[in-house]
Each structure stands twice: as C-alpha cells, then as structure tokens.
C-alpha cells in the first residue's frame, strides 16, 4: 500500500511540475499572430504583386495611439479604427503588414515606392481601393501624409497619417552592435 501512494505521489508531482513548466514556457498570443503575420504574402487583388526587392521604406515601425477608453469588443468592428495601444507596421521588400496588439486585428498588403510616394494595394479590408501617400522618414521616424485612400471609409489614412510611425531599426551601427539606443514601445515584442 505505501509503495502504491509512492508511485500515485510521484506521479501527481510530476504531472505539477509539468503543468508548472508549461505555464512558465507559455508565450503572449499577440507575439504569435505577429510572426504568423510576417511569414503571410499578400493576394494580389488589384494589382500584380510587386517583385520581392529591398525598399528605402523596409523595416518595422511602431506607435503608440492614447485613447482613453478600451477597445471596444466587437466581431463587426471597422478595420483600421484608430484604437488605443500599440500598433506595428512592417514594410518589406513591397508588402506591407499591420498589427494592433490589443485587439490583435491584422491586415496584408502590397506597396510600391516611387519617389516620395507610398502606394498601397491588394489589402484584402479593401481590394479594389488604392491608398497612395506622401512619405518621409525624419529623424527615425516614417511620416505619412494621405494623399488619397478612401479605404475602410477613410479610416487606413486616419489610422496610417494621424501620428508618426517611429523607427525599429537602431540609429547606428553601434547601437545595432550594443543594443543600447531608446526603442520604442513595441518593438521588443
């Protein structure tokens, strides 16, 4: 009888301490959805998709929008509604991808560069609208100026214009190299 509860103790700590390791090893969801997101290619709705080259504009960029009230929960909430927390854009080699970490909504798309101006396809939210944009990057910092989209009622250019996206990518090689340089929210996730 001892020997059996024995067994039956070691059995019921090693199955804690596997529920214990599991909780400890357990990511945030939100990081998920975001490295799902980078490994997607957009469909090309509108436009062919562009040729998979480098771009001036290639990186990943955060902001950080105050609202002062959660988000809302929803199954029918407009895309690119401005809401509260941080937001990610990735641009990369024509396609770009973006990700609001709260309420984890996402979307894909195609862009081209040309000249100063940002065009922005193939997003399924919208697949027969193009949004084109002036463009500038300025101190770190990507400011886009919406010079049409009429996308999601106006709320891509809303949500894309109303604050500059801040830089991921380090100032300076020496900053890359030691990894100390102020990143901003966001970036680390």
Known sequence: MKTLILIISIFLLL???????GAA??????SEVWSELLQRSPYPY????????????????????TKETPPVPCRRCPDYAPEGGIWKLNLS???????????????????????????????PVCHEIIGVYRWKLEEGKLILTVIQDKCAIG???????????????????????????????????
């Open 155 to 189: 709320l891509r250019a809303m949500n894309l214009t109303k604050l500059p996206w801040l830089s991921c990518q380090p100032p300076t090689i020496e900053a890359a190299t030691t990894d100390h340089w102020p990143k901003p929210p966001g970036c680390d996730e």
């Open 15 to 21: 199955i804690n301490i596997y529920i214990l390791g």
């Open 25 to 30: 090893e357990s990511k945030d969801p939100t």
């Open 46 to 65: 509108t436009l062919p998709l562009p040729p998979l080259n480098a771009t001036v504009m290639d990186g990943t960029y955060t902001k950080f929008e």
């Open 93 to 123: 080699k024509g396609v770009f991808r973006i990700f609001h970490k709260a309420t984890g909504w996402k979307d894909i798309g195609s862009f081209i560069v040309s000249g100063d101006q940002l065009i922005l396809a193939n997003d």
